[in-house]
């Protein structure tokens, strides 16, 4: 499907679904502003019950299913059904699974619009492979971002690189491909993404 090679967000919907119908103006919103502020996401909808083929590929299997196509990976949308969530999404799945904090004004920034920072230093490695891995399963969820130690907080030690180091808390913790797995999890990352990390 030729498609795919862009950035789609599509809502599959049932023309008898009163759901799908509660959300066609919003739909219709989303739309709308994701193509008059330049986004890379195209919006579309298709008919579930006309299209069961495309509908059975991408497993929909409840209406209005949410879904945004980046490449060949397809991911699942389950926030709130308004605009400014939906939007967000689309903008946050389709931009870089990893995005740089080239500054500490940047980085103080980032810090104050997020519950739980994800921030990779150093350069190429394994354990960087298995931090993008991670990213690109869990950007549903959250942002990455990367860093060099000089943009980090001052209060910030690390005792070698490459290392991620989770903000979370007023607190941050330190994860360097050795840590077990009650700190990761007290990080913030979920066992399901501590054992992608560890390549289990």
């Known amino acids: 499907m030729r498609l795919l090679t862009l950035n789609f967000v599509f809502q599959f919907y049932a023309p008898w679904c009163g ?10 919103e989303v739309g709308a502003e994701l193509r008059s502020s ?21 497993a929909v299997r409840g209406y209005p299913t949410i879904k945004l196509f980046k490449g060949d990976l397809s991911y699942n949308y389950k926030g709130p059904r308004t605009k ?14 990893v995005r740089p904090l080239p500054s500490k004004q940047m980085f103080e920034h980032i ?8 921030v990779y230093v150093g350069g190429d490695s394994t354990l960087k492979d298995k931090y993008i ?5 869990q950007i549903i969820n959250t942002y990455f971002f990367s860093a060099s130690e000089e943009v980090l907080p001052e209060a910030v030690t690390l005792n070698e690189v490459p290392a991620v ?32 990390m560890l390549g289990h």
């Not at 759901?19 to 219709?28: D, F, I, Q, S, T």
């Not at 986004?39 to 590929?57: C, F, K, L, N, Q």
């Not at 903000?167 to 330190?174: L, N, T």
């Open 19 to 28: 759901y799908c119908k509660k959300l066609e103006p919003v739909w219709r």
């Open 38 to 58: 330049g986004s890379p996401v195209r919006v579309g909808m298709i008919d579930a019950t006309a299209h069961t083929g495309v509908a059975a590929e991408f």
């Open 84 to 97: 400014d969530a939906i939007i967000e999404f689309a903008n946050r799945v389709a931009g870089p699974v």
């Open 111 to 118: 810090m104050k619009r997020h519950d739980v920072l994800f």
């Open 133 to 137: 891995e991670v990213a690109s399963e």
């Open 165 to 196: 180091v989770v903000f979370k808390d007023g607190a941050y913790f330190v994860y360097d491909g050795e840590s077990s797995k009650p700190i990761a999890v007290t990080c913030g990352l979920s066992v399901r993404s501590y054992d992608a």
